[in-house]
């Protein structure tokens, strides 16, 4: 299943794309796409249902906002340097066990909602991402086919990124990963069991049109499942969090000078096999 959220901000009601592409309102059988719904299979299994019988209402997609596709997500947890051409144009050693840092909810923002540049900013960069969804309480898991389970489904996320701030201000990597709107999602969750190798998905990303990261979920160092056991075994993960498992080659920080850092004015457009497509103007916040 697609699900998806739509409407204006902080009023969004939960949809399905069905396999024509049409929008099909859920607000009569569930309140909303968020951790308590993926962790139900009794109501994920009536939205079946429902669907397969034609018995889901449409919506009118024209002038429709899509949201973030899940609601009250408790943590972003996010990988760093998890693919082996992006860890090459950067220079950087392949790292040992997965870099782990967190990104605050409220960076999410819808996948056509618009990018903040920073005040202050000089490297605002891109990376299109693979995002795990959790669906199911994870702790201490053994190993990958426990990862599997726990996971409800995945969806596209742009991991917005101040390299400045990043690199250059001291701390940790917080900082120029938590600014306002630096994590669009969506546009849909699409469920585990519609994409049956999360390792064999394509990554895309254009800036004004031209491709700048083209790459495969294939190069992941730590691939997704992996990723999945890993993370449970020093935070416990809930239904409805959100784990970006890193970005291919193409980013900014890695092209030659002068780097093609983003300004206000700027278009970047995203997308995944299978799991939809993205698109924001930036400005300056």
């Not at 069905?18 to 909303?32: I, M």
């Not at 900082?175 to 190798?197: Q, R, Y």
Request: aromatic share 6%; hydrophobic share 40%; proline share 7%.
């Amino acid at each position: 299943m697609k699900l998806l959220r739509v409407g204006t901000t902080g009023a969004e009601r939960p949809a399905l794309r069905d396999a024509d592409g049409t929008l099909r309102d859920l607000s009569g059988l569930v309140p909303d796409i968020d951790g308590t719904l993926l962790a139900d299979d009794a109501a994920l299994a009536r939205i079946r249902t429902a669907a397969d019988a034609g018995e889901l209402p449409v919506l009118d997609a024209v002038g429709l906002r899509t949201g973030p596709p899940v609601a009250r997500i408790g943590k972003v947890v996010c990988i760093g340097l998890n693919y082996h051409d992006h860890a090459r144009e950067t220079g950087a050693a392949v790292p040992a066990e997965p870099i782990v840092f967190l990104k605050a909810p409220d960076t999410v923002v819808g996948p056509d909602d618009t990018v903040l540049v920073p005040r202050g900013a000089e490297k605002t960069d891109w990376e299109v991402e693979l995002a795990v969804v959790i669906g199911r309480t994870a702790r201490y898991l053994p190993d990958d086919d426990a990862a599997r389970a726990a996971v409800a489904g995945y969806t596209v996320a742009h991991d917005v990124s101040e390299r400045a701030f990043q690199i250059e201000r001291g701390g940790q990597w917080d900082k120029g990963k938590n600014c306002e709107t630096f994590n669009p999602l969506g546009p849909w969750l699409v469920t585990a069991d519609e994409v049956p190798d999360p390792q064999a998905l394509g990554l895309r990303l254009w800036v004004n049109g031209e491709l700048r990261q083209r790459g495969t979920t294939a190069e992941q160092i730590f691939p997704v499942a992996e990723v999945v056991r890993y993370v449970s075994h020093f935070m416990t993960l809930y239904p409805g969090d959100v784990i970006n498992t890193g970005t291919p080659a193409g980013v900014a920080m890695g092209q030659p000078e002068p780097k093609p850092y983003l300004r206000a004015g700027d278009v970047v457009e995203l997308e995944i096999d299978g799991l939809g497509r993205q698109r924001q103007q930036l400005k300056d916040a």
